[in-house]
């Protein structure tokens, strides 16, 4: 009578989609292996070889590197000037400071 059987559960199977432990087992064996053999060495990492790579394939990046604002504070300082130079002479009828 197959009413009263009760089947078990499914057991619970956890299958990463994102990486592969036994592959990063056997390349860290693979790579440690070699390490010891003298084959292979440490690379360390330099952060200046990529320094400016992404402007050169990016065209707004370019753009806006080699615009240049270099007059552009003193302009406003001038004119952050004058505005303050019409102003006192709106409020007080002089000029001279």
């Given at each position: ?6 089947r ?8 990463s989609i994102?990486t592969?432990?036994r592959?990063e ?6 790579n440690?292996?070699k390490?010891?053999?003298g ?8 952060p200046?070889?990529?320094n400016?790579?992404?402007i050169?394939?990016?065209p ?10 270099k ?5 406003a300082l001038i004119i952050?000037?004058?505005l303050v ?13």
């Amino acid at each position: 009578m197959g009413l009263f059987n009760t089947r078990k559960p499914r057991g619970f199977r956890r299958v990463s989609i994102y990486t592969d432990e036994r592959k990063e087992k056997l390349e860290k064996l693979v790579n440690q292996v070699k390490r010891e053999q003298g084959e292979q060495t440490e690379e360390k990492y330099d952060p200046t070889k990529f320094n400016g790579t992404f402007i050169n394939y990016t065209p707004n990046a370019k753009k806006h590197k080699e615009r240049s604002y270099k007059l552009a504070w003193p302009v406003a300082l001038i004119i952050i000037f004058l505005l303050v130079m019409v102003w006192r002479y709106l409020l007080t009828g002089n000029i001279h400071f």
